[in-house]
Every structure is written in structure tokens, then in C-alpha cells.
């Protein structure tokens, strides 16, 4: 006779089960993504919120660290749209797409250039397209991670964006991720870009608060980009509240002859968890990973990602910095996998980061898993303070320390903001960098 194990359940993920079994009959999507949806919680049910023994998530025990299960937001208001309408008017004209509180709100977006198109995720998942609901589902990259399942599970809305063949796009078009609701809400977005072959875009992630900013925040994004196309994305998180949760997840299928390049920043209070699984599925591309991420007080940001090398003939590189102050926390996970067929790889990541106090802690795993034979990869993370014979140089010039300390790490962060490719990009992360250091020296 055995013994039959019952896993313990905490009242987090008592809570989530709730809120889908409550959910799942108002969330779109047709019969076939209603049994996905059922198989997705499932796998999350199963596992569990991530913790500690979970090597991806072994410096980010979310098991400990989410405490309850918020509400899923509902719907905005027309009082939230036409606040937010205002709000828009008033700002520098930017090409948006706004989801509220998780729901796409198409008078709130503008209108897209000729061989674009955009629609809401309910609408897709109501058509039945199955080569769209299969790049959605995203079974066979990301798909194993528990958090991408619950978020497959409970995702609301989103947009999909599909870039015609040869298409180029000047401007970048702009997800807006903005929250109205007054209290604190979860909120549950899926998202997806088909770039065609030959076209160039640029996507910029980017938050807008409005009430409440507290909350619970799991989005993905899901990219697809066809050969010989050139695709470019920047993340902001920034203006978090302390004892928000958000976790981002970026999926990538990647073809051949593509340049890819994706920036994140991230500032603000709360839990950051952004996740990368990219991989490369034709010849020739060259993919950069960079990011850049500024804590202070007891935050917490994870930077974790996955580079597969599945054709032969790819650039990779990831580079990643942060500057941690006072109590904060810093993780930084990357594994770059080369398959057997994946000769001729050239893949490099780097984490580096600045400790400007004794409690500041910072976590680096850099990892290779190698099968082919005649590659070139390479890793490497490095910890420290500021140099104090630039600092005494700057002082030496008139400079007070503050100022000099400050100058050395708006230059430490620029070096990979200024590789973002995008003069009006560049100049708005510089912005926010400043704005980051303005308020630690206030502090």
C-alpha cells in the first residue's frame, strides 16, 4: 500500500484557484482556448507559485513573497477612459495602443500605418485563427514556467500587431499599460507582435498610472519575427508603488538574417520579476538582450532569461547593469543553450552591477550549456562600488561628492541607454535615469 502526497496549497494559490474558477466562463476566447486555458491552470496548479527549489526562481521565492491574491480588475470606467482621454490630449503625440486595467480600449489608441494592423486579443482568441492562437499559446517556449501558465490561464485582453512582409515602420507604437481602478487590483495581459519578412518595427512597452498603481501586474509579451526583419523594443517599468507585484515576460521566436535588439529599464518600488526566452530559429540573426535597473530602499528587481541557439551562424549578446542602493535587491539569471546544429555561434553575457551600500545585495548566475563544438560563448558578471580615483578626480574639479557620485552613475547606466538606437527613445530613458538619480539625491 502507498501513501498518497497531497501537496500543501498557501492561501495565495487557494486564492488564484478561486479567482479562475470564478473567471474562466467571462474570459474570451472560443471552446478550443477555454480547454487551453483549463490546461494551462492546471500546470500552474500543479507546481505551485514558484519558490526557492525552482532554480529560475531560487533568488525570487514568490511562494513567500506574494502573500495574497488580489481581485482581477474589472473593466474601466467611462469616467477612467475620459480622464485618461484628457491625459493623453495634454502629452507629446505618440502612437499608443492603451490597454486599462488589462482591457484593450481602442478610443483611447491611434490609428496605425499602412501595413499594420492591430486587434484587441478577445477578438483574435474569438476568431478561431489557429496559427495566431498557437503563437499565443506559446506551449514550446516559456510555457513550462508557471508564471507564463497563469497568465496563459487568466490573460484578459491584449493586442496584436501584425507587421505586413517588407513594411517599414518609422516611429515606434507604443503599448500603454495604464491602471484607473482605485483599489488594488490583479491585472492579467497577453500580447503579441508578427513581424514579416523584410519589415522593420519598433515596439516601446511603457506604464501610465491613474488611481490606484498598487497592485498585481502579469503580462507577457509574445514576438515573432520573420527573416530578414529587423524588430527593436524598449520596456519602461518605472513609478512603482512599494508592495506592488509585476512580473513581465517576453517571448521570442526569432528567424533567419534578423536583427533584434530589446532595452528594459527598471526603477520603482515593489517586486520586479522580468523574464526572457528567446530563441533563434534561423541562421545569421544577431539578437542583443540589455537592461538597465535602479533600486533603492528594500526593492527587489530579477532580470532572468534564456538564450537557445537553434540554427547555425547567431550573435548573440546580453548585457545587464543595476545600481543598488540601501536595502535593495538585485538578481541577474541568464543561460545561453547551443544546440548540436547551432555551429558557428558567437554568443557573450554580461551582468554588472554597482553596490552604493554594505546592505545592498546582489545575486549573478550566468550560465552556458554547450553543444555544438565549434562556437564562441562567453559570460561574465562583476559586483562593486564606484571608482575612487574617478570620484577624487571630479572633486578635484570643483565638484561636490553628490554631484560627482551622481554624474559617474547617470554615465554607468548611459552606456547601455545609448545603445538603444532611437534618438527620441534615448533621450526619454536618459530622462528617466535623471529623474531616478534626482530623487535618490533628495532622499
Known amino acids: ?27 474570451p476566447g472560443m471552446a478550443a482556448v477555454a480547454e487551453f486555458r483549463e490546461a494551462a491552470f492546471g500546470a500552474f496548479f500543479e507546481a505551485g507559485l514558484p519558490h526557492r527549489r525552482i532554480e529560475a526562481w531560487h533568488y525570487t521565492d514568490l511562494r513567500a513573497l506574494m502573500r495574497d491574491a488580489l481581485p482581477i480588475a474589472a473593466p474601466p470606467s467611462a ?97 500603454v499599460y495604464a491602471t484607473a481602478a482605485n483599489t488594488p487590483s490583479a491585472r492579467f495581459s497577453r500580447s503579441a507582435v508578427l513581424v514579416g519578412a523584410g519589415a522593420t518595427v519598433r515596439i516601446a512597452e511603457e506604464s501610465h498610472g491613474q488611481g490606484s498603481r498598487t497592485g498585481q501586474t502579469n503580462g507577457c509579451l509574445i514576438v515573432s519575427v520573420g527573416d530578414d526583419a529587423t ?47 528567446m530563441r533563434f530559429e534561423g ?26 541557439h537553434m540554427a547555425p551562424g547567431c550573435v548573440g ?31 557573450r553575457m554580461l551582468s554588472n552591477a554597482l553596490l552604493l551600500s554594505d546592505n545592498a545585495a546582489m545575486n549573478n548566475k550566468p550560465e552556458l550549456e554547450i553543444f555544438a563544438d565549434d562556437v564562441a560563448c562567453g559570460h561574465g558578471a562583476t559586483c562593486g562600488g564606484l571608482n575612487d580615483d574617478q570620484l577624487f578626480y571630479l572633486q578635484t574639479r570643483g565638484l561636490p561628492f553628490a554631484e560627482a557620485e551622481a554624474l559617474l552613475l547617470e554615465a554607468f547606466a548611459a552606456e547601455l541607454v545609448d545603445e538603444i538606437g532611437h534618438e527620441g527613445s534615448i ?3 536618459r530622462a528617466e535615469v535623471s529623474k531616478w538619480l534626482t530623487a535618490r539625491g533628495s532622499a
Open 1 to 27: 500500500m502507498s501513501a498518497q502526497i497531497t501537496p500543501s496549497r498557501t492561501p495565495t494559490e487557494i486564492a488564484l484557484a478561486e479567482a479562475f474558477g470564478a473567471a474562466k466562463a467571462n474570459l
Open 79 to 175: 469616467a477612467a477612459i475620459a480622464a485618461l482621454r484628457t491625459e493623453f490630449a495634454a502629452a507629446a503625440p505618440r502612437r499608443r495602443l492603451v490597454l486599462v486595467d488589462g482591457a484593450f480600449v481602442p478610443e483611447l489608441s491611434d490609428a496605425l500605418p499602412d501595413g499594420v494592423k492591430v486587434r484587441s486579443l478577445a477578438s483574435v482568441l474569438g476568431e478561431g485563427r489557429a496559427d495566431l492562437i498557437a503563437l499565443l499559446a506559446s506551449q514550446d517556449l516559456g510555457g513550462k514556467d508557471t508564471i507564463v501558465s497563469l497568465n496563459a490561464a487568466l490573460m484578459q485582453d491584449g493586442v496584436v500587431i501584425e507587421v505586413q512582409p517588407g513594411t517599414l515602420v518609422a516611429d515606434p507604437i507604443h503599448i
Open 231 to 277: 524588430f527593436s523594443h524598449t520596456a519602461m517599468l518605472t513609478d512603482m508603488i512599494p508592495g506592488s507585484l509585476r512580473i513581465e515576460s517576453l517571448i521570442a521566436h526569432v528567424g533567419a538574417r534578423v536583427k533584434f535588439d530589446s532595452f528594459a529599464l527598471i526603477t520603482g518600488g515593489g517586486l520586479v520579476r522580468r523574464q526572457i526566452f
Open 283 to 308: 541562421a545569421d540573426s544577431v539578437g542583443a538582450l540589455r537592461g538597465v535597473s535602479l533600486l533603492r530602499g528594500r526593492e527587489h528587481a530579477d532580470t532572468t532569461l534564456l538564450v537557445e
Open 317 to 347: 549578446r546580453e548585457n545587464f547593469k543595476y545600481i543598488l542602493d540601501e536595502e535593495a535587491t538585485g538578481v541577474f539569471q541568464g543561460k545561453i543553450h547551443v544546440a548540436r546544429l547551432a555551429q558557428k555561434t558567437d554568443g
Open 427 to 429: 533621450k526619454v530613458f
